[in-house]
C-alpha cells in the first residue's frame, strides 16, 4: 500500500504551489513520491516532435534534454506508481486519498479545506493500493471535456 495525498480547487487557486511544498517536505523525510498532475491540456504543442511522434501512433515516446527525461506513454502499469507517497492534483469527483482542497466550492468528500496555499496543513497517510489510483485516472478523461480553442 502506498500514502495518497490528493490536491483540488478551481484554476489558479495554488494547487501546485501547495504539492510542491508538500512533496518538499515528504523528500526531506526521506521518503520516495510520485507526482501526478491531472490536467486538460496536451502535455506537449502540436509543432513540436514529441507531439508529432505520439500523434504517429508510438506506444512509448521517451524525450531526454540533457537534464530530465519525460515518458509519452499509451498505458501506466501499477508498478510504475510505487513509491512511499503518490501526489495526485486534481480528480475532483474522486476520493482516492487524504483530500486536501484550496479555496472556494469544496467536494463534500474532501478531508480538509484551506485558503490559500501558504496554509499549514497536517499531511495524513491515506493508504491505498497504487492499482486502485490508476483505476480512478483510467476513468477521468478530462480532453474530452476541455473547450475547444
Known sequence: ????????????????????????KLK???????AVKVSHHEPDPPTKDTHRLRKAGADMVVFYNGVVYVVYKRELECAELDADF??????RGEKVGYKIHIGPDPPGDA???????????????VEAD????????????PLEKAPRA
Not at 500514502?3 to 504551489?17: L, N
Not at 526531506?28 to 510520485?34: C, I, R
Open 1 to 24: 500500500m502506498t500514502c495518497v495525498i490528493q490536491i483540488t480547487g478551481m484554476k489558479d487557486v495554488g494547487k501546485t504551489v501547495l504539492a510542491e511544498k508538500i512533496i518538499a
Open 28 to 34: 526531506e523525510g526521506g521518503h520516495s513520491v510520485v
Open 86 to 91: 503518490i501526489v495526485v492534483e486534481g480528480l
Open 111 to 125: 478531508d480538509v479545506v484551506i485558503t490559500n496555499p501558504g496554509d499549514d496543513v497536517e499531511i495524513k497517510c
Open 130 to 141: 497504487p492499482c486502485e489510483v490508476l483505476e480512478a485516472l483510467r476513468r477521468h478523461h
